[in-house]
């Protein structure tokens, strides 16, 4: 389920997302998404991920992300926004802040 | 002692999230780092620069060890990375050369209509730059491939 604004969408396959919105899974389902920085997401069941900031100029490949975890588990593969701007792909969670240099990546947050 | 302190608190703010953070390897090999920060500061941490370590997030110190678990249920959903094909043009037109024509049949085989297009352009170093840049931004964008009617973005060429 997406959350925009106060408005509960559902979440189905090729939904384009927006900046600020709210992802949530519940006990059973997990989902993919696809970035244009070509950066990655996995995210498990019992989720619940904002994807808080995302600024992205496929130009010049300048842009910056934040992905908030409030709970549940997200795998990562970071794209061009970390690759070609430092510090520029961030995860934060309940207790840090993390930032992606190239790689792949699992964060877990359990209540 | 200070175990059951830490126990109690946690029973005491009705559950202390737990958060944890593994690296792996690449889907190429290697791996990249985490670095992790004080979410008020920014101050770093410390960082995770072995692939397949885990490290619990929150405390003063990044502590990596051994990840002993999978994750292939989770990653069994991770979209697989975005195809590229590169299509050049004959000088001087739109359109494009016989190779590329195989490479364009061959992407309008898998495109769907979940399909997300992204179309970037660029030039070689030949001729007039000016010119070749008004020529790019208008003659070829302009006229678009025909099949691209929704979906498609277009980025202006670097």
Known sequence: MILRG???????????????????TSAGSQLGITFIDNSRFAVGPNSSIALSQ????????????????NRGSLAIVSGQIAHENKDAMRVRTPTSLLAARGTRFVVEVRP | MRLWAVLAVCAALAGCASAH?????????GAGAVVVMDPATGAERGELTQPNTRARLGGEQVRARPLKRSFDKLLAVMPPPPKIYTLYFIEGTTQITPDSQATFDQLRQ?????????????????????????????????????????????????
């Open chain 2, 21 to 29: 953070v593994s690296l792996l390897t690449e889907e190429g090999g």
């Open chain 1, 6 to 24: 106060k408005t509960a969408i559902p979440a189905i396959a090729g939904q384009l997302l927006e900046v600020r919105d709210v992802i949530k």
């Open chain 1, 54 to 69: 995302f600024e992205f100029d496929d130009t010049t490949h300048a842009g910056k992300s934040l992905t908030t975890i």
């Open chain 2, 110 to 158: 898998v495109i769907t209509p979940e399909s997300d297009v992204q179309i970037t352009g660029h030039t070689d170093t030949t001729g007039d730059s000016a010119l070749t840049t008004s020529f790019r931004s208008t003659a070829r964008s302009r006229s678009g491939p025909p099949w691209c009617r929704t979906g498609c973005r277009w980025a202006t060429p670097a």
